[in-house]
């Protein structure tokens, strides 16, 4: 018996989910929910391990494909059994940096793998498991990738080394993706200011999983 609430949030690069997610965390704790923030991939050890393969380590230089969709659908099972399902359980707000649809859409939309084993794998990791609602974050390629390559701190890492044509399949991808799930997905325009996309997700909560 799952009481939880389980929200994912969508997005490239730099379309600004961790802000939002850290605002809306701590939103939810002054209501007096229990709240739980995570990430894909990580979220777990064995995810974080996977994760940095993915995203930093040298030998990732070679990595095919394949690798990279069996690897972020590892550290989703992991995630899913250790931390969401326990976590719904127990009736918390599971807000995830990323799910399933981000393997959809740059593995499959980006990467341009076979759309039948994506969705055959995606379903393996999270067994029945699905967000309640999940909410993307929509920039244009252009405007993520300069929000990227102005950060301070962190040089990019291999996924943000690919070029804008990768992240304009991105963008295309979560857009179709969204209009083909109404009813588990909202868009919002991620180049709004933080307040006004924070408040746009307040409302998207309450109009949704009221
Ligand atoms: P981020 O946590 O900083 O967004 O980095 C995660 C990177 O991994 C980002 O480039 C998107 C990518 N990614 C996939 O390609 N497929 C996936 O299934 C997930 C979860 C992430």
Known sequence: MQNGVFISF???EGSGKSTQIDRLASFLDQQ????IVTREPGGTEIGEEIRHLLKHSASGKEMCPETELL????????????VVEPALKEGKVILCDRFLDSTTVYQGVARKLSKDPVTM????AVGNLMPHLTIVLDVPAEVGLNRIRHRVTDLPDRMEKENIKF?????????MLA????DRFVVLDGTASVEAVEQQIRDALDKRLA
């Open 10 to 12: 969508e997005g490239s």
């Open 32 to 35: 007096g929910h229990s709240v």
């Open 71 to 82: 690897l972020f659908a590892a550290s989703r099972a992991q995630l899913v059994r250790q």
């Open 121 to 124: 794998i995606n379903n393996f």
């Open 167 to 175: 992240y304009e399949l991105v963008r295309d991808g979560y857009l």
């Open 179 to 182: 209009k083909s799930i109404p």
